[in-house]
Every structure is written in C-alpha cells, then in structure tokens.
C-alpha cells in the first residue's frame, strides 16, 4: 500500500516542504530509500526499522520504496525518522495516512521508540505553517519552542507508540494550547550595569550614540582602561526586544541547538565575544550543510571583538560585506543560503604590541612596530566603523571618588527615545536606524547650514576622507541631534561626529 506524510526541511535557516512516501508492495524483501539523501537520512531505515520493532510493531516482509520528495534537494538531519516511521505504518495500513493530511511531522526516532528532539524547529514550524498546515507534530522536547511561532496547533508527542494511539483515537489526548502567547519582554534586569564603571565618560558616550544609531564603534587604548568592561554593558542600554526580534534572534539559536532546554524564545539581546583564534568558517557560518555562523549569532545584539588586530586578517575582512549588507551570503553547489548579521560591531584594540603608544615614556615599539601592528586592520575595515573612542588611563582620583555613576537604565531611555525619532522618521520605507541610510534619505535628513558646509568641506580636505567615511559622519552627527532632540544637525554635533574619526588620523596616518 502506498501513503504519504508531510514533513520539513531544513537548508540553511529556512524550511522547505518534503513529502515523505513509503509503498510495501511484491517483490524482494527490503527497504530502499531514494532520493538526494545524507548519510544520516539513509542511515533512517536501520533506525526506523529497529525503533519499530522495539515498539511492538511487527511487519510481513514486503518491498518497501521510500521516496522524500523533491528527490533533487539534498536532505540532511534526522528530523525525518518520525514521519519515515509513521509512513510505514501507514504502509502497513496500521494507521490511516488521512488523518494526517493537514499536519507535519518532524523528529529524531531512538532505537527504543523514543521520540529525540531536534534543531531548528522554530524555521521548520514557520514553514509548516506557510504551508498552510494546522498541525504540528514535535518530539515533546520540542513543543515548547514550537507553540513560540504561533498560527499552528503543536502536538507533543513522546514515542512512535503514542503518536499510534493519537492517531487511533485523538479525542483521548490532552487538548494543547495553541500558541502565540503574548510576548515576554525583558526584564531590564542584567547582572551588570554602566553604575559600576567610574570615569570613562568618553567610552559610554560613544557607546550611547553607538547604540542609538546602530554604528559600528571602536575602542582604542592602552591595557587596563575598561575597554572590555565597558563594551559588555551595552547590552543593558539596548531597547527590549520585541516580539518579531526575539523570534529572528531564537531562530538562528535554534539552527544551532543554542536555545535553553525550556524551549523559551530568547528574551535578551545577544553579546557575541568570540576568542581571536576563530576561523573565517566559525565567524561567517558554513560547512557542508551551512549552518549560521557568529556573525549571525551576534544578529540583534553585539558582536564583540577583543584584540581586534590579533584576529586573523582572513576573518577580518570577511566582515566588509556583512557590515555593509547586514547579511551573510553564501554560494554552494547545493545552493544560495543567506543568514541575517545585523549587529552592532564593537571592537576593542591596543594601540600597539606592548600597548602603551604613544606614551613613549612606556612604550618600547620601535615605529615600524607600530604601523605593522595597526596596519592589521585595513583602510576598507575602519571605513566601516563609524565611531572611533580614545581609552585613555584612569587616574586615581577617579577610581577613588564616591559620586554615584549614570545608570544602564537612564542612559537607555535616552536611546529609546532616540529610536523612537528614527522609527517616526523613517516609518515604511524599510529603515530603522540612521546606520542605514542612503543617499536619498541623507541628503533629506542630514542638510546642513551653510557655515557647518564650509566647515565640514575644511575637514574632509584636510582629513583626507573617503565618500564613505564623509557620509558615516554626517549618520553619526544625525544620531547625535537625535539624542538632544534636535530636529536639524547642528554645529556641536557635527564637531563630536567628526571627533569620533579624529583618531584615525592619530593613529593610522601618523
């Protein structure tokens, strides 16, 4: 007998439907699966078989075909053991395949009929769900995290036995909540806070316009200047996540097998600070099945990068792109996969090997040390950085005094409100933060006066910058005028945008 059981797969960070078809007909005794298959779909069979046996099920030796359709589309994961096994029995005519024909079924099979969870099940449920399916069957592990994509009934189910008898009489189980629940917000509770970081007024100014805007920011100094600690704490002053965000944020966390056990949709923005050992493929995502890498572990949040110059020059410049595009595309023979990397960049770096320049009471670099050192990063990368920020060293007076510090939370209503100027402003064209402007869009928001012309004309001369560095400016100083609620930039905020890119002419073209 022939039937059919739906499923989905998996190819990069999107689902795609399969059809799962088993026929028991005449002929030799054995099962045989057809199709682009990886190794650990065709092992199915052998794990299916023996899963079923141990559950009680036995079968006449018949032929069995199975196809998982499209056959052109290489299928790789276990997520097809359950509706492998449930299309046997089907076959069989043990269960009736109709009943099915408006649900999905996805999950790993154990060899004792025990249903395992799988990755990804956030993507493979939205997909379902597209589909225009009204069930979802999931390893009971897993339906927690599918009942977050909501507009599709989540079934959980614990072993092949039990989806056996669901299917004989469903009105015996248990009627499970749809979901789309409302939304759990972040608490604003983080076990860090800006309170506790005396001085450094310069740093968490930058990193306030940084987070405003969404600019890529730089910190530069010597060893020792709470350049890590501050750029941990600027998660604490980004908006709360909304609902679309935490589920595009779980979704890569999901491909990977990062989400809490639970299944909770991630609340908080990520922080990404990956050791400057990481390979191109670690950073950007890949494989054989690419899979997302820390760029878009990073997406929403902030991808921390410490001894900036110790990363090799291969994963940094792997960057430009998705700097610019806020995505990571990768071509295959399988395919075009493409995974979001739309992150706040926050890189920190001594100004030299022994980290001290150009204090040369204390550094010891000869200068060709020190433009070897910083030549590690390029022209096209810092052209990429909007704000650049001097560590410099804390005096002890500063470490001493008792005047209570600005707080994560009074700095993030000021972000806040800023971002609620730019949503406002630029409300269905498609852009969220000045970060992501245009031509069109800065030529319209970031007019100047005439003496402010003049003077910015003085500075991209003398500066030499580059068309991109000049419009990265004038983002910056409108990010700025959004902080003081100002409707035009003005010359103050023109004068700290350009400040921000003062450093590179202090360091990289000295």
């Known amino acids: 007998m022939f039937s059919k059981v739906n499923s989905i797969g998996l190819r990069g960070l999107e689902g795609y439907p399969v059809s799962v078809e088993v026929d028991a007909g005449d ?46 589309i ?61 069930r979802c069957f999931l390893p009971s592990k897993n339906a927690g995290e599918g ?12 072993s092949i036995r039990e989806m056996a008898e669901y299917m004989e009489n469903p009105d015996l189980f248990k009627e499970e909540k749809e979901a789309g629940e409302e939304c759990e917000e972040d608490d604003g509770e983080y076990p860090v806070d800006y309170r506790e970081v005396q001085g450094q007024l310069l740093m968490k100014r930058a990193a306030e316009v940084a987070v405003a805007g969404s600019h890529n920011l730089l910190y530069i100094g010597p060893a020792g200047t709470g350049k890590t600690m501050v750029a941990e704490r600027i998660p604490t002053i980004m908006p709360p996540c909304t609902r679309q965000e935490q589920l595009e944020i779980s979704k890569v966390y999901s491909v990977c097998g990062l989400l809490p056990q639970e299944g909770k949709l991630l609340r908080r923005r990520p922080f990404r600070s990956p ?21 878009s572990l990073a997406s929403g949040g902030v991808l921390f990068l ?42 920190a770096m001594n100004p030299c090997p022994c980290g001290f320049y150009p204090d040369r009471n ?20 810092l052209d990429r950085i909007d704000i650049c ?35 406002r402003r630029y409300a269905g064209t498609g852009i969220r933060f000045n970060s992501q402007m245009k031509g069109e869009h800065i030529r319209r928001y970031c007019a100047l006066k005439k003496e402010d012309e003049q003077f910015f004309q003085a500075v991209y001369r003398n500066m030499n910058l580059s068309a991109r560095a ?41």
């Open 275 to 295: 050791h400057h050992s990481i390979t191109g493929a670690a950073l950007a995502g890949g494989g054989r099945n690419p899979v997302p890498g820390e760029l």
């Open 147 to 158: 009942r977050a994509v909501g507009g599709i009934r989540i079934i959980g189910i614990s």
């Open 74 to 134: 290489r299928k790789g994961g276990t997520g097809f053991d359950f509706p492998i096994a449930v299309g046997m029995l089907c076959a069989y005519e043990i269960a009736d395949p109709r009943k099915l024909e408006d649900a999905a079924l996805i999950g790993e099979l154990g060899l004792d009929g025990e249903l395992k969870p799988v990755k990804g099940v956030l993507s493979l449920v939205c997909e379902a769900r597209d589909q225009g399916l009204n």
């Open 470 to 510: 000049y419009t990265r400016i004038l983002k910056v100083a409108r990010t700025i005028a959004d902080l003081d609620g100002q409707e035009r930039i003005g010359h103050g905020h023109l004068c700290e945008s350009v400040s921000y890119r003062s450093l590179e002419e202090k360091y990289w073209n000295s």
């Open 306 to 347: 410490d001894e900036f110059p110790e990363f090799s020059r291969y994963a940094i410049e792997m960057m430009r792109q998705p700097l610019e595009s806020g995505r990571v595309v990768m071509s295959r023979v399988s395919g075009r996969y493409e995974f979001p990397a739309r992150f706040i960049l926050v890189a």
């Open 27 to 72: 002929g030799l005794p054995g099962v045989t699966m057809v199709g682009a298959l990886a190794g650990e779909v065709r092992e199915a069979q052998d794990r299916v078989r023996t899963a079923l046996k141990n559950s009680g099920y036995r079968f006449r030796p018949r032929k069995v075909t199975i196809n998982l359709s499209p056959a052109d």
């Open 362 to 381: 204390r550094c010891r670099c000869t200068r060709q040390q020190v433009r070897n050192y910083l030549s590690r990063i390029s022209g096209p990368i």
């Open 389 to 423: 920020a001097e560590a410099s060293p804390i005096t002890f007076s500063e470490l001493r005094q008792s005047v209570p510090q600005e707080t994560s939370l009074d700095i993030r209503r000021r972000v806040e409100r800023a971002r609620k100027i730019q949503e």
